[in-house]
Each structure stands twice: as C-alpha cells, then as structure tokens.
C-alpha cells in the first residue's frame, strides 16, 4: 500500500517536472469506490486525505466508519436529485454536476456553497453522462439562480482506450473551455480548476493541466487483490 502511494505521488511529481507544473496545483483524490471501509481507513492513515466516492449510500457509510481528521469526501458519480440531500452535508466537492434538477437540489438543501465542477462530455460518447461542450456556457447562466451551486471547474471523463494523442486532444478541448468560461467572470463560477485524469491517463492529464486527478485502481486497487 505504501509502495502504491510512493509509486503513483512520483508520478504526478514526474508529470509536473515534465509539464513545468508545481506538486501543490494538483489535488489527489484517491477514488475508493470499489474497497472496503477498512482498506480506506488505512489508506486515511496514510495521509491521503481527499476520498472519491460515486454511490451516495457508500459515502455515507464511509462517512460514519473512516476516521481522519482531515478527510474530505468527493462525490464523482451519477448524482440523482433525490439522493442529493443523503451526502449534501458531507461532501466537499461535487465532481458531476449536468442537470438544473441536481443543481436546484443542492441549492435547496445546502447550508452554504458546496464546491462543484460541471461535468462535460468532451468526447461525445453515447455512453458517456455530462454536457455537451457547446451546452456548458447556458448552463453556467442558467445556474446563476442557485447560488450555493459554487461552480469551481470543468470535470471529464476521457474514454476507456482512447491513445494518447485523441486523450491530449480531449483534455486540451476541456482546458480550453474551462478557460473560455474563467474569462467569463461568472461570481458564482470561478472555473479555475479541471477534474480529469484517472489511473490510465492521469499523468496526461496532469501535463494538460489537470488540477484535480481521480485515481482508483492504480492507486488503491481493488478489494478483490487486497
Ligand atoms: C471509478 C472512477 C474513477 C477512477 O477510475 P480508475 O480507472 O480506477 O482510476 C475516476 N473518476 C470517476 C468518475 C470514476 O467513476
């Protein structure tokens, strides 16, 4: 376990080197969603501190069972309006917001701003949830009226497989956007930041300006190897 977290902290380090980027621009959201409770609070007393979840009745759990003064939990899957209240007082970030319903539930049930990115399908990919990019500009506007939607950046999810050069191709068009939006000065939409990169393209990613990775396998990997 260790041995994983010393491997995956070179790697960014590497990626940054390689990119002229600092350590520090980058968080690392250690994506436990397939371990257990037990295999994530021991990767909490590793020090790392920002936990990915993608099922709202997990985080939940996880929030009760791991102890660690410093964690803060991501939500980056599938998010249904409903379920919106479940994780709403324990998550920091919101990693997958693409639909007003989802948005308005979190106006709703928040006590203050929760730290959000706006997911887009930069591939456009059938399969693949989040908005269009030529959707994310009215969708900014639009969410003007839910001021505890704090939208933070852009989230992408590259496909499964792409090569190296259609992944640069997708994270470049997501760095772009995201700037097209920063230049918009939206007060509740600062869009400094980019989630993207996962265990097979993070280092990509990272020299495309990712500020947020979200590593599962190649980090924790899966309860079946534990
Ligand atoms: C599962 C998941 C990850 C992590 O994937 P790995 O390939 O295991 O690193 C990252 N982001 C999202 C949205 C996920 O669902």
């Keep these: 376990m260790k041995e994983h977290i010393e491997e995956i902290e070179r790697r960014i380090e590497e990626a940054c080197l390689r ?12 994506v436990t969603k397939s371990i257990s409770d037990e295999r994530t ?10 936990l990915g979840e993608n099922r709202t009745e ?9 102890r660690g003064e410093h964690v803060k939990w991501h939500f980056i899957g599938n998010l249904q309006s409903r379920k919106v209240k479940d994780i709403i007082e324990d998550v920091s970030v919101i990693h997958s917001v693409d ?23 930069v591939s456009g990919e059938a399969s693949k949830s989040g908005l ?3 959707e994310v500009e009215p969708f900014l506007i639009a969410l003007q009226q839910y001021p505890n939607v704090h939208v933070i950046g852009l989230m992408t999810m590259a496909p499964y497989g792409a090569s190296e050069e259609e992944l640069r191709h997708y994270f470049r068009s997501l760095r772009q956007l995201r700037d097209d939006m920063r230049a918009c000065q939206f007060v509740h939409a600062p869009c400094t930041e980019l989630s ?11 020299e495309e300006g990712a500020t ?15």
């Design 19 to 30: 990119s002229n980027r600092q350590r520090e621009e980058i968080t690392l959201v250690a």
């Design 41 to 50: 609070q021991q990767f909490v007393d590793e020090n790392i501190q920002h």
């Design 58 to 66: 997990h985080l939940v759990r996880k929030v009760s069972t791991v």
């Design 99 to 121: 639909r007003l319903s989802v948005a308005k539930q979190i106006d709703k049930r928040a006590s203050k701003p929760i730290d959000c990115f706006v997911q887009v399908n």
């Design 132 to 134: 269009a990019p030529n």
């Design 196 to 206: 993207m990169g996962m265990s097979n393209d993070f280092e990509i990613a990272i």
């Design 212 to 226: 947020y990775v979200r590593i599962g396998t190649a980090l924790v990997g899966s309860e079946e190897e534990a």
